[in-house]
């Protein structure tokens, strides 16, 4: 999967606020309306409305309409599409640190 | 490639090692240890590999991967305490491409184990994340420095 950087920029400005990671992870709960992400904060409902557009905008999460109810929900795959970039360069140091433990114990082996 | 962009994070990463910090740092500061661990992987060629470690000085680890796409890393370093500390920038680069550049920052400090090694990486990735595209000219560029590097190790003036 090929992330553009415009979106990539999007994504990291989203989750770059305190108040849009609580509410991804309330979303990693489940579904919620904009009442109920708002009920634990302690925030205006347009601050809140301003924040879930930041996160709508990254594509991070997405939302519907039921008659005069709006639902946010995760998009789990987009977080994904994150953690590549982080998780293959971690990968590439812990790989190389396994070979650094290999190597001392092999230098020295432990009394 | 998009836009020109520069995404900013920092990670860590910690390890208890099964040795003293002096044993761990030489492991970090001799040219040959450090290749050992750092440099070999399985199925990956090593074009170019050298350190001199001090601050001021550099580190080149250039390899080629199985799809025989360059791999280049080239560092400086900034800081050394011996035993204790080493902080050093350097610059991966795919193919011609940088893709990022970092700030890693090591520590070592005596632990029930032996020591407790600190990796701290402030990175910036570039552009984007690698496509297709350039892992396929990556890959053009990867396999005529391996053709080189064999003509050399051929010939001798490796």
Known sequence: MIIEAATLDRMFHALSDRSRRGMIDRLGRGPASVTELAEPLTMALPTVLKHLNVLEGSGLVQSEKTGRVRTYHLRQERLAELERWIGERKAGWNAAFDRLDQFLAEEEPTP | MTQ?????????????????????????????????????????????????????????????????????????????????????????????????ASLATVTFEPSAVGTRMLFTEQVVFLDGYPDDGLRRQGTEIGLDNFEAFLDREASGTH
């Open chain 2, 4 to 100: 020109p962009s520069a995404t900013h994070t920092t990670f860590t990463i910690e390890r208890q090692l099964k040795a003293k910090p002096e044993r761990a740092f030489r492991a970090w500061a001799n040219p040959a240890s450090k290749q050992t661990w750092f440099a070999c992987h399985d199925g990956w060629a090593t074009i170019e590999y050298r350190l001199d470690f001090r601050a001021g000085g550099s580190e080149r680890n250039h390899t080629a991967d199985g799809e025989g796409l360059l791999h280049a890393y080239d560092a400086h370093y900034l800081d050394v305490v011996e035993n204790a500390r080493i902080v050093y920038a350097y610059e991966m680069k795919l193919g011609e491409t940088r893709i990022s």
